[in-house]
């Protein structure tokens, strides 16, 4: 289904992780994306990303607003899948696999990629990872390790989109799998709290993302009230 033109894969839980397997185990570049509110809003703006985020491989839907909309047109969201939660299936599944990590973090960052790879291997010790601290507006990017099977970005969107669909370019190397993950780094590292279960479960996880972070008020806003608006007014 699009919502407002960006895809979003409609997909029970235990479906997005299959398709994650799959991404992982068959040869070829995978790209991933969290789709929430803000990432629709954005795409309305920005064409180059709308255009990246329809040639994702799959597209999981991450905020109580899409599931809203949905029901606005008159769809039942199967399951909306937060990031931060999504990342650690793949790093499960990655342990499992003994298979390899690229970390390309922002170095204006909360938690730089030497932090994130100390929180990771202290629950999946089989996982080999190195990475990057990086300007996340850099038009020229230096080569990263494509020799890893996953990359995770954590440059927030549209830059995280942007940049890893730029690995797509020439060489792949043995990349299967990229994902921007946002603050899910700064989860890992204990720079950020996420909200209790009960908050993520009635949607308010933005009120305590909010709390941690009033410098999001802007961007949080119009997830919030000018998204539903947007969607109640489309024909």
């Known amino acids: 289904m ?12 235990p479906e997005i992780i299959e398709k994650i397997n799959i991404f992982l185990t068959e040869g070829g570049f995978h790209q991933v994306a969290t789709v929430n509110p ?3 809003l954005m795409a309305q703006k920005d064409e180059g990303f709308k ?3 329809n040639q994702c491989d799959l597209n999981v839907a991450d905020g109580t607003g899409i599931k809203f909309a ?3 047109f008159g769809k039942k969201l ?14 499960r599944l990655a342990n499992e696999k003994k298979l390899s990590v690229f970390l390309a973090a922002n170095d204006a960052g909360l938690s730089k990629w030497e932090e994130t790879r100390d929180a990771i291997v ?15 507006k850099s038009a020229d990017y230096p080569a990263i390790n494509k020799q890893r099977t996953v990359v995770f970005c954590n440059f927030g969107a549209p830059f995280q989109e942007k940049f890893l669909h730029s690995l797509k370019a020439g060489d792949c190397g043995k990349i299967k799998l990229a994902m921007g993950v946002g603050g899910s780094f700064d989860f890992l590292t204990g720079k950020l709290r996420r909200a209790p279960v ?19 008020f802007r961007r949080i806003f119009k997830a919030v009230a000018v998204f539903p608006v947007k969607i109640i007014l489309k024909k």
Do not use: C
């Open 2 to 13: 699009r919502i407002l033109e960006v895809k979003i894969d409609n997909l029970t839980r």
């Open 38 to 40: 803000e990432f629709i």
């Open 51 to 53: 255009n990246i985020l």
């Open 70 to 72: 949905f029901w606005r």
């Open 78 to 91: 199967k399951t909306r899948f937060a990031g931060a939660d999504l990342m650690m299936e793949i790093l």
């Open 122 to 136: 202290k629950i999946y010790p089989e996982i080999k990872i190195n990475g990057e601290n990086l300007n996340k």
């Open 198 to 216: 009960w908050m993520r479960k009635i949607g308010m996880e933005w009120l305590f993302r909010l709390i941690q972070q009033p410098s999001r």
